[in-house]
């Protein structure tokens, strides 16, 4: 079956440092995601990507965040000064279709594990 | 902005019990998604609903969506270890972006 793959699993990087997750979604997928998991909680939307431009964004996804499709097959997240707060799991997803009349179930990664120090 | 409210937040139920969970949203959904986590892993897609009442079933698993479209059910019959993890309701937000909103999950144990 196909798979979302994401690295590295886990990250530990010093406040103040850039970090680069990465993720390869499905081949024939058209949409892609960034959400991220606070230890324990809920998971939270950061970022929806098609057609090589972010179609939405969530409050959390600020000027310090950024994401990338550079060559076809990979789907980047940069933080670019981390912070204390941003050490969270990260799961990139991806989904055939999007919008809410069709709806596509999401694959999602196995996820990248932040810590920042 | 657009929320979904889960209920129970964590249950606890001896192996052979079912198990249900809620999902309330005070908006009107296009859909409805829930996707299962294991401890430690990933959500994983299970099912979506589009239409007003509709009911979908997977072996013991039973899914619901309401009549106004504003709630949704899943219920688990005779649960077994192997259903333990967190489930969580995620509607289409109302932009047309396929983001999902995730409710805040139940969190399944299930004592052998």
């Known amino acids: 079956e196909p798979e979302v793959t994401q690295t590295p699993s886990h990250q530990v990087t010093q406040m103040g440092q850039e970090v680069i997750l990465r993720c390869v979604p499905i081949s024939n997928h058209l949409y892609f995601y960034w959400y991220r998991q606070i230890l324990g909680q809920k998971v939270e939307f950061l970022v929806s990507f098609y057609n090589n431009e972010i179609s939405e964004k969530s409050e959390i996804f600020d000027d310090q965040f950024s994401v990338e499709r550079p060559d076809g097959s990979n789907f980047t997240l940069k933080i670019r000064s981390t912070k204390l707060e941003d050490s969270a799991m990260y799961f990139c997803a991806s989904s055939e279709g999007g919008g809410q009349g069709i709806g596509y179930g999401y694959t999602f990664g196995s996820g990248t594990r932040l810590t920042v120090v | 902005g657009q929320q979904v409210m889960q209920i129970p937040q964590y249950q606890h139920v001896q192996e052979g019990e079912d198990f249900t969970t809620y999902c309330n949203s005070s908006t009107t959904l296009s859909n409805i998604q829930w996707y299962k986590q294991r401890p430690g892993g990933h959500p994983v897609f299970l099912i979506q609903?589009?239409?007003?009442?509709e009911v979908k079933k997977q072996k013991r698993l039973t899914f619901q969506f309401g009549e106004a479209k504003k709630n949704s059910s899943l219920h688990i019959t005779a649960t077994q270890t192997t259903d333990v993890g967190t489930y969580f309701c995620?509607?289409?937000?109302?932009?047309?972006?396929?983001?999902?909103?995730f409710g805040q999950g139940t969190t399944l144990q299930v004592k052998p």
């Open positions: 995620a509607p289409h937000g109302s932009s047309n972006t396929g983001k999902l909103i």
């Open positions: 609903l589009v239409k007003s009442g």
